[in-house]
Structure formats: C-alpha cells, structure tokens
C-alpha cells in the first residue's frame, strides 16, 4: 500500500486522460524513452502526463494518437474531448482561495469530489466536511488551523459552503454515504447551540434522497474504522475509484485497486454494524434534544 503524495491531478479528465495516454502506450509495445524520441518532447513531460500530473495540449495529443496508431475518428475526437474539457476546468470556482487551499492539498481533493459520482464518507471525529453547517465548520477550521487568521477561516467556510451546494443540491448532485462514530455527536464543537443546529442538519440531509446518514455506535466496541476517516470516491465512465486519507500538512491517496478494494470492503462491514438510517435518525434527534440549551 503506497500512498500518493505527489501533485494530485486537477480534475478527473486529467486522470482518465493519464489512463488512456498510458493504456495507448503500453498496447504500442513501446517504452516512455522510445515515444520521446519519436515525437521529440521530454520524456520527464510524457511520464508526468501519464501520472495525471500534467495536462496535454490537442497538438500534442494528436501527436501521441499517430506515434500509437490511433486511426479510429471516434476514439481521436473522444480523448480531444477529454483534453478540451480538461483545459476548460483548469479555473476552477476554488483557485481564487488558492492561498489557504494548497498546504494541505485541499485543492486537488476538491478537483476530485467535483468530478465524483459517488463518495463513502467515514469519519469517526467531525461532521464531514459537506454536512457541516456554517458555525459548526467555522469552530473546526478556527481550531484546526489556528495559524490562520479570521479572513482566511471565512475563506474556508465559504469553499465548504459551496462545495455543499454544488455537490449535494446542484445540477449535478453526488450521492453521498456518511458514517459517522457516535463520538461526533459526543464532541461539543464550538458550543452546545451549535451543535443542536449541527444534529438538525444532519436529520435534514439524511431525508435527501441522494445522502445516507449512518452511525457506528459506541456499544459497537473495536472495529476497523478506527485506523482513521478516509473517502473513497467512485467516478463515472471507466475512471477508476480511489481513496483519500487526510492529514494536517501533506495529505494523500490511494489509487491500486487492491488498496481500494480493502477500504471498500472495510466501509462494507462498517455499514452493516451501523445502526440503520432509521435507527441512525431517531439517535439524532435524542441528541438534539440533549444539546438543546
């Protein structure tokens, strides 16, 4: 198990463009070394296209198509397509935020949940990120990252607060399963109204026909989650799932199916020792109730 922490690709088009570049090469028969010298760019370029690194231009794209032998016009203007959208989204809504984004590699997690069809949510300490209301992530961020100031915590926000809108509510909504230890709701996080507000929204999302709410419960004892929260992110077409694991300063991923299989299968057992959405819902409210001041 090797977790990745070079530059994380900046959209999902960018992976499944690493995907193809590199499937397309190794059908070729011919190595990083042998294409570089055919079509005369740095071999350091191409190896960092096919690790999703870098992006392609359509002239070098259509270079690379005719040193593979690419002839079919359907499968030429597919992966054109790919690097046209590619290049359209290399201005995400979040780059104005850069500054407070990058340390910890929060914006290429972003590019990736922007593309995600599906995301399997374990957190055991914190409300995920996108169930979060205003206050109970601006008492998260103020904590987390106390070397922040005040504008740059209302920076954060505001990028957890759209990436709500978009992900859950927007044109194209995500479909979202969260499970959650029963210490989250434990853990008073910035003051017992707001967690009260907290405990109502997770109760308003888990009726959203797109959001599953689950939670471990404490009589559960050791399980496999305790290792830590990880997401793992499922994508459309053929672009394969991947997992990402979080930490304060360099955060990274897992991508071998193997890796992703073991955490899918870890989720699994998770969700089945899980009190029910129902359940989970009914132990909810009880903590609102407690919480109320």
């Known amino acids: 198990m090797a977790l990745k922490r070079s530059r994380v690709p900046q959209s999902v088009h960018r992976r499944q463009l690493a995907v193809r570049f590199r499937e397309l090469r190794e059908a070729s028969g011919m190595t990083l070394t042998e294409v570089a010298g055919r079509i005369e760019v740095n071999q350091g370029s191409l190896s960092r296209i096919e690790n999703g690194e870098r992006g392609v231009s359509a002239v070098l794209a259509r270079a690379l198509m005719d040193c593979f032998g690419v002839d079919d016009a359907a499968r030429r203007d597919e992966l054109l397509d790919l690097v046209r959208v590619d290049k359209e989204q290399q201005r995400p809504w979040w780059r104005r935020y850069a500054s407070v984004l990058t340390s910890t590699r929060y914006d290429g997690y972003l590019a990736w949940e922007a593309g995600a069809a599906a995301l399997n949510s374990y957190q055991p300490m914190l409300v995920p990120g996108l169930l979060q209301t205003e206050d109970y992530a601006r008492a998260v961020i103020g904590q987390m990252r106390s070397e922040l100031g005040s504008a740059e915590v209302d920076d954060l926000v505001t990028v957890r607060m759209k990436r709500q809108h978009d992900r859950l509510d927007g044109e194209r909504p995500a479909t979202l399963w969260a499970l959650l230890d029963e210490a989250v709701l434990h853990r008073t996080i910035g003051s017992r ?66 890796d992703v299989q073991d955490y899918r299968a870890i989720f699994d057992q998770l969700c089945v020792c899980a009190l029910s959405p129902s359940e989970t819902r009914t132990r909810i409210s009880q903590m609102t109730e407690e919480f109320h001041p």
């Open 193 to 258: 109204q707001v967690m009260a507000d907290q405990a109502r929204r997770l109760l308003a999302a888990s009726e959203k026909p797109n959001v599953t709410v689950q939670i471990l419960p404490f009589a559960l004892g050791a399980h496999p989650g305790l290792y830590g929260p990880f997401v793992i992110l499922s994508f459309p077409d053929t672009t394969p799932d991947l997992v990402w694991l979080e930490n304060p300063k360099n955060s990274g991923y897992l991508d071998a199916e193997a």
